[in-house]
Every structure is written in C-alpha cells, then in structure tokens.
Nanobody, 120 residues
Framework: EVKLVESGGGLVQPGGSLTLSCAAS????????MGWIRQAPGKGVEWVSGISWNGGRTNYAASAKGRFTISRDNAKYTMSLQMNSLKPEDTAVYYC?????????????RGQGTQVTVSS
C-alpha cells in the first residue's frame, strides 16, 4: 500500500520558517519524482515544488522560488520542504505527492496533508 505522511506544519508568524517532511512507504520511492502541492481555504490546488527521482533537479513555482528549498533522502524514503520568509498567502494545507515534478504532473497519490498557517 502506498503511503505518504506529511508532518511539520503549524502556526508561524510572517517572516518565519517551517520545515515540512514527507515520509513515504509502500512503493519504490527512489524511482519517482516527488513534489509538494498546497490548497488554501476556498482556492484550488497549487503546485509548489518538485524534485527529480535522484534529487539532481528541482523545480519551484514562482511563489516559492528563492524562499523554499525541496530535498529528499532516498535512503530514508523522505522528502522535505524548507520554507523561509513565510507570508500570510502561504497559508494552506500542504500535501506531498508522487509524480509531482511540475505543475502539469498528476501529483498522486498524495498524503493527508499538513496545515501551515502564517499569521501574526
């Protein structure tokens, strides 16, 4: 069974940082590009960032570029998203997904999500 579990969300002030983690199991993690998507209240799903199967290539939405850093550890079947300089508009539920390198990718399966709230 494919399983993706996100963690690391929370409440942070504008300008603060958070690191999200994704733990994968049930499939050959190191064979797939992975990525992060998010969904803000009342809005559609937005692709945020992707990383190639071996971590050699990364990809970011314009909204994330320069502030977020994606990484993966294939030995541990984990992926992370370091988020700095957070803004209120980053508030959303963040999901990790498989086949998720770019905004047109399926990003599925995905986990249950972790809430990120940026507010003072």
């Amino acid at each position: 069974e494919v399983k993706l579990v996100e963690s690391g969300g929370g409440l942070v002030q504008p300008g603060g940082s958070l690191t999200l983690s994704c733990a994968a199991s049930g499939f050959e993690f190191d064979s797939y590009a992975m990525g992060w998507i998010r969904q803000a209240p009342g809005k559609g799903v937005e692709w945020v960032s992707g990383i190639s199967w071996n971590g050699g290539r990364t990809n970011y939405a314009a909204s994330a570029k320069g502030r977020f850093t994606i990484s993966r550890d294939n030995a541990k079947y984990t992926m992370s998203l370091q988020m700095n300089s957070l803004k209120p508009e980053d508030t959303a539920v963040y999901y990790c997904g498989t086949d998720c390198f770019g905004p047109r990718d399926i990003c599925s399966p995905r986990g249950q999500g972790t809430q990120v709230t940026v507010s003072s």
